[in-house]
């Protein structure tokens, strides 16, 4: 569904990421995992059309998507939760989710996105008539994913849900997630969090100082030397 | 209207907002004892007008960061585009419509023009500067204000050209103050538009478009906004508005190549006085604004209109950086 | 000294060009000294602007305001005390001085645009007053002012003008090099990284605003007493926008850049108000769009330009090199400005 290959990208003078591919499957929850600063969040940027990619290609069902515009790169279908989450804090919750809807014209299937999104996190609904800037942390992941999904992407990028929530509420976030791609959801997603991420993800690769270093399924990664001596050392 | 209520419920806690919402009520309460009802009276009709104007120069700021320097000049426009609509319409003048579509038609052309304006001059510097946005803009407007106030003067000359009023019947009682027809029309257009810019922005989807991309650009982007559509579309808007409250306002304001200047300072005025970006408190403001004027004019003298209300907002800034209704719109404007 | 000297040549080569081109044809006809009074005084101008909006990054939008009351100081001092011009001068000096303080201890707590606007009110509200006040001021009708000298000719009035840019251009030079002038770019660039690592920016602030105004309010008395009236249009906004217009041509930070830009755009745009005289505003729109054009496509100005050349001509081994320290965005601002594209 999504193929990224060779993909060159940074900032200004600074080169974050070098000569990334990666590829998702249809249906598939993929991770990106690996240290801050090593270029998953500008990988997902470049995808989303955030950040305009130096070299490298990305196609998206087939197509090019490449430096295309993030309001472009939206209506084919992309959803992104970034990692700032970007929500409207001047704007209802009601009013975030309708705005996730913008390029759906049909009131009715607004209607049921609107639905669903209340259905998976029932918090929102109660929330509704509040301004998201007066929102909890937890609940702020929440809109931002269900802002996303208002959408109906059929490729949810996710940045970094963990960060900032505590263990609870990231559970709650990552089994929302996992509960999304059961349901037949194409989702990547980036993470520092790498022993929660293995247990939940299909398949991840990991990306350290711009570069794939290893990529695998979730249970050979979780087996890999190198994963366990970098990243799951402390834990284990 | 929740929203409202929370909004207004947050912007009252301030002691300093209260304090000075209660001297803005001791000087409506001062003047109409003292000096007499028509200094209210006189504050309404100019107060709306103002608010139309110094709206739109919000509206820019908050959406685009665009301290616009040249506001005056869409007000300018109108008051020509309204002149040439109106004589031309000679033939059948003394029709009612004739007004309607006088200020109609400047409306469009400051909607076009300022359209215009965005796509030539700001699409392009945003492709280009990385920083220094807020003051480089407000440059780049001071050039568009010579370049529109010479222009004027180069086509049409430097000469007054204005109308004795758009309707001729008699005045109607106010308060015990007689209104002429052309102020009641002004007041109406006001309200409307007032009205209809809040609706825009509050319920249509176009408004919460433009409201996302002043809140969070990137976030915009995300959920499939054309962002750079919408600021084109908000510098149109609020050309138009100014614009229009030219035409509106062509039988006090002939038109001429500096008639925008007025215009331009009472906005600026009011706009600082609500916070940059600020379009519900610009609107407040402006009726503020007016007062302030009309009672200074009838208890200091005219000529010291301008004076008074500049010293005014400088000291009150000095107290409240961030605007009467201090919404914190640092990360604009600290470039 | 040596060092010193040839470090300054170009600035030399400059000088003596322009003290010699009004004694060369056709520059020698009155009305081509008369632009030569009008572009030194506009280049003197320029470059006290510039020292505010190029270094502490704070544009002066009332800086014509400041610049008047400097002039009607002077020329009142000149007219009720009959003191020579040269000493009343000093008044405009003061008054300016004083109320470039003021403004910089008003407009401390606001940055860019609030800055900017602050000072643009205050400067109308002077404005204001000098209108009205006309017991003192004669409001609109202007002041009668003496001259500097009784001839016609403008060429003394020139010689006394350039000096008098070169000596706003020298000083406020030094400062610029000096501790402050590191002190004014670091506030101008962060307010809160420069408090932190222990600029006072209110110091710093007042000081860069107070000269700026003294050097404006100096040249202003020049101006009252080149031109011989005084009305209130010279402290107007549109005074404002001509010295911001040549400032921001020339390139910001510069100091030379805006003086060098002011002599090519008077030339300009009193040739074409002065031989296109069936146009009437037409000098405007060009000057106007000059500005918009070098702001959308050249922001850096002249001043850059030329540093960009130069820096292309010193990439020799054995000469000093410029080191060009390129700006790295954050990651947001750079989002931000990936977005814009």
């Known amino acids: 569904m999504l193929r990224v290959t060779e993909l060159d990208a940074g900032y200004g003078f600074l080169r974050v990421v070098h000569g990334i591919s990666l590829q998702v499957n249809q249906g598939e929850l993929v991770a990106l995992l690996g240290p801050n600063g090593a270029g998953k969040s500008t990988t997902l940027k470049c995808i989303a059309g955030l950040v305009r990619p130096w070299k490298g290609d990305i196609a998206f069902r087939g197509h090019s998507i490449g430096g295309l515009r993030g309001d472009l790169v939206n209506g084919l279908g992309i959803g992104l939760v970034s990692e700032s989450l970007n929500l409207f804090t001047g704007m209802t919750v009601y009013e975030n989710l309708l705005m996730g809807a913008y390029s759906v014209p049909e009131a009715e299937k607004r209607r049921r996105s609107l639905d669903f999104v209340f259905s998976l996190f029932p918090r929102l609904a109660e929330r509704r008539p509040q301004l998201a800037g007066t929102l909890s942390g937890g609940e702020r992941k929440m809109l931002a994913i269900g802002r996303a999904l208002m959408g109906g992407p059929s490729l949810l990028l996710v940045d970094e849900p963990s960060l900032g929530l505590a263990p609870k509420l990231t559970q709650q976030v990552f089994d929302a997630l996992r509960k999304l791609s059961d349901d037949g959801l194409t989702i990547l997603l980036v993470e520092q969090n790498v022993t929660a991420t293995l247990e939940m993800v299909d398949r991840a690769y990991v990306l350290e100082q711009g570069e794939i270093v290893l990529e695998g399924s979730a249970q050979k990664l979780s087996e890999s030397e190198h994963v366990k001596d970098v990243y799951l050392g402390v834990m284990a | 209207m929740s929203l409202a209520v929370q909004r207004l419920s947050r912007e009252f806690r301030s002691p300093v907002t209260t304090g000075l919402i209660a001297g803005v009520l001791a000087l409506a309460i001062f003047g109409v004892v003292r000096g007499g009802t028509f200094i209210l009276v006189d504050s309404l009709v100019t107060g709306a007008i103002w608010a139309l104007v110094a709206a739109g120069l919000a509206l820019t700021f908050g959406v685009m960061g665009v301290p616009n320097f040249a506001q005056g000049e869409f007000f300018m426009v109108g008051t020509l585009s309204g002149y040439l609509v109106y004589t031309a319409l000679s033939g059948v003048q003394g029709r009612p419509y004739v007004p309607f579509v006088t200020i109609l038609m400047a409306l469009v052309v400051g909607f076009v023009l300022g359209a215009l304006v ?36 180069l086509i049409w000359g430097t000469d007054y050209k204005g109308i004795v009023a758009y309707f001729d019947g008699p005045p109607i009682h106010v308060l015990g103050v007689s209104v002429a027809l052309d102020r009641v029309f002004a007041i109406s257009v006001a309200a409307v538009s007032i009205a209809g810019l809040w609706w825009l922005l509050s319920y249509s989807r176009i408004g919460r478009a433009i409201r996302a991309v002043s809140q969070d650009e990137p976030g915009a982007l995300m959920v499939g906004i054309n962002v750079g559509r919408m600021r084109t579309l908000t510098f149109a808007i609020s050309s138009g508005l100014a614009a229009l409250a030219g035409a509106t306002l062509l039988f006090q304001f002939p038109s001429f190549p500096f008639v925008g200047v007025k215009p331009l300072y009472v906005a600026w005025t009011v706009v600082i006085l609500a916070g940059l970006g600020n379009v519900g408190g610009a609107v407040v403001a402006g009726f503020i604004i007016a007062l302030l004027e009309a009672n200074t004019g009838f208890f200091i003298g005219s000529a010291w209109e301008d004076v008074v209300p500049f010293a005014l907002i400088v000291l009150i800034l000095a107290v409240r950086p961030t605007g009467l209704f201090g919404r914190a719109v640092r990360s604009v404007w600290e470039q | 000294m040596t060092a010193f000297l040839w470090r300054r040549r170009g600035l030399g080569v400059a000088l003596l ?34 020292f505010t909006a190029g270094y502490i990054n704070v544009v002066n939008f009332g800086f014509a305001a400041f610049a008047g009351a400097g002039g009607y100081a002077s020329a009142l001092v000149t007219i009720h005390y009959g003191l020579p011009i040269w000493v009343s001068m000093f008044a405009g000096v003061i008054l300016a001085g004083i109320l470039g303080f003021l403004t910089g201890v008003l407009t401390l707590r606001f940055r860019g645009i609030y800055a900017a606007v602050a000072a643009w009110f205050l400067g109308l509200a002077l404005l204001g007053i000098t209108r009205n006040v006309s017991p003192i001021t004669r409001g609109p009708l202007g002041l009668i002012v003496p001259t500097f000298f009784s001839t016609d000719s403008n060429l003394p009035y020139y010689y006394v003008v350039l000096a008098m840019m070169l000596v706003t251009y020298l000083v406020l030079k030094a400062v610029t090099e000096s501790r402050a002038g590191l002190a004014f770019r670091a506030i101008g660039q962060n307010m809160e990284a420069a408090r932190a690592s222990g600029v006072n920016p209110t110091r710093y602030r007042i000081l860069n605003f107070t000269l700026s105004c003294m050097f404006a309010g100096w040249l202003g008395a020049f101006y009252a007493h080149y031109y011989a009236i005084l009305t209130p249009d010279v402290m107007a906004t549109s005074q404002t926008v001509q010295v911001l217009v040549a400032a921001y041509l020339g390139g910001r930070g510069s100091l030379w850049g805006p003086a060098a830009a002011a002599f090519p755009l008077v030339f300009s745009t009193e040739w074409l108000r002065s031989n296109l005289d069936r146009f009437p505003g037409l000098d405007l729109v060009v000057y106007g769009l000059a500005l918009i054009l070098v702001m959308v496509y050249y922001p850096g100005g002249f001043a850059e330009l030329v540093h960009a050349i130069r820096d292309r001509r010193l990439r020799l081994p054995g000469l000093r090199m410029r080191t060009a320290a390129a700006p790295q965005p954050g990651e947001a601002g750079a989002v931000l400005s990936d977005v814009r594209e």
């Not at chain 3, 004694?23 to 280049?43: G, H, Q, Y």
């Open chain 2, 118 to 153: 965005d796509l030539a001059v700001f699409s392009q510097m945003r492709r280009r500067i990385r920083e220094g946005w807020v003051m480089n803009t407000f440059v780049v407007t001071v050039g568009i204000s010579v370049v529109m106030i010479n222009a004027h003067q």
């Open chain 3, 17 to 50: 060009a322009l003290a010699v081109l009004p004694l060369v044809p056709p520059f020698d006809a009155e009305n081509f000294r008369r632009w030569l009074v009008i572009s030194a005084l506009l280049a003197g101008w320029a470059i006290a602007f510039d």
